[in-house]
């Protein structure tokens, strides 16, 4: 065979090393990716109305990272984007996440203004404090404050997007919504906030317009490629292959859920197009307390495109079934911790398959996180040296 690297799955992972092994190391790769599109959960399209969207819900970029900023520019122009998300909250929108300009409209303006000395005082000034912290405060007044927040705006979104209470996740999945001690409204504070100007599928076209890379989509790699779990040698439409695997589906369908499978969560994505300008005040609104769904986003607040309609998508968490709907969030707790363990043990005794991404490591990552790894993967151990799992 004259190819020496194969990579399963076409997201963010698996396009951003099938462009450094064509560019950097000019080698030939195998891209195999099951769904009919590149871009797995970030690709976007225009729809019927000729409104850019993202098929698998909102994706924006942001990073802190000039690496992934920098990289990622090869491949795209950019147009400015801060987000800003509202909460529905008895009956008004708010703020998310929960700021100091959320506490003022919450509560009145006397009362306000003592809490927000208190937060300040106990936590200075731009900080974030996730909600379970704020919990455990002493002052009888931050315990109300926290109480209201988590069972206001955090406690029931919680159970519709996991399935679980707040107290059953990890500390790095609740840390993701905090209470934010500022005036600063943006849902992210990153130094680059930004999305793709022609749109994230653009830009991993962009990534993969290489000779050096062949794509076959519609393929589940298990139809094409095996891989001994025992002795790692690896069959690619039955011929050995003695190349490298960069592997970025779940760890567990690679395994043959061998130890069980893995828990996720999934969603359902509910679109409709209306024939006006504007629908809403932000790019997201949550609903925290009301309704199925946990938020409604309105693509145009993110793309800027001008069009005579507006498409907006409501998303319903829902639990994941295999074959029925897709794997989004990894459920991170101490009961899954063991039977992860397993499943990287194993991992690591194939020195010739790279394990790569939030399914394959089953973890939560941003995008620019994923990026920010699949360059670390790549210069560290595809071009030499052993993987770490």
């Not at 306000?112 to 106990?122: F, T």
């Not at 394959?360 to 620019?368: I, L, S």
Request: net charge negative; proline share 6%; with cysteine.
């Amino acid at each position: 065979m004259d190819f020496k690297y194969i990579v399963v799955g076409a997201g963010f992972s698996g396009i951003v090393m099938a462009e450094r092994i064509s560019t950097v190391l000019g080698e030939r790769t195998i891209l195999l990716e099951q769904r009919n599109h590149i871009g797995g959960n970030a690709y976007d399209y225009y729809d019927e109305y000729g409104n850019l969207i993202h098929k698998y819900g909102p994706h924006i970029f942001h990073t802190t990272l000039p690496v992934v900023w920098n990289y990622l520019s090869q491949f795209t122009d950019w147009i400015p984007y801060e987000h800003k998300v509202l909460g529905s909250i008895d009956g008004q929108l708010m703020p998310i996440p929960f700021n100091l300009n959320s506490l003022h409209l919450a509560f009145p303006s006397k009362m306000a203004m003592r809490l927000e000395d208190k937060l300040i005082d106990g936590y200075g000034y731009n900080v974030k404090v996730p909600i379970l912290k704020l919990r455990n405060n002493d002052d009888p007044e931050l315990q109300f404050l926290a109480d209201y927040i988590y069972e206001k705006v955090f406690l029931n979104y919680t159970i519709k997007q996991w399935g679980v209470s707040p107290e059953e996740l990890s500390p790095s999945v609740t840390a993701r919504v905090p209470v934010y001690v500022s005036r600063d409204d943006r849902y992210f504070q990153d130094k680059y906030q930004a999305m793709p100007r022609h749109g994230y599928t653009q830009m991993f076209e962009n990534m993969l317009n290489s000779k050096l890379i062949h794509l076959m989509l519609n393929t589940d790699y298990k139809d094409v490629l095996s891989v001994d779990l025992e002795t790692g040698e690896i069959t690619f439409l039955g011929q050995p292959f003695d190349g490298k695997l960069i592997y970025t589906g779940p760890l567990d369908y690679f395994f043959d859920f061998k130890y069980g499978p893995l828990p996720y969560r999934s969603l359902r994505f509910e679109f409709e197009n209306h024939a006006t300008n504007s629908y809403q005040r932000v790019g997201t609104v949550n609903y925290p307390c009301d309704y199925d769904y946990t938020r409604v986003t309105e693509f145009k607040h993110l793309t800027h495109q001008q069009s005579q309609s507006t498409t907006i998508v409501r998303e319903y968490p829902e639990p994941y079934e295999r074959e029925k709907n897709l794997p989004y969030y990894p459920i991170k707790n101490d009961a899954n911790a063991e039977l992860l363990g397993l499943y990287h043990a194993d991992a690591r005794r194939l020195s010739n398959v790279f394990f790569l991404g939030r399914l394959a490591e089953y973890q939560y990552y941003n995008m620019d996180a994923v990026v920010s790894k699949a360059l670390k993967v790549f210069s560290q151990n595809v071009c030499g040296g052993p993987q770490d799992t």
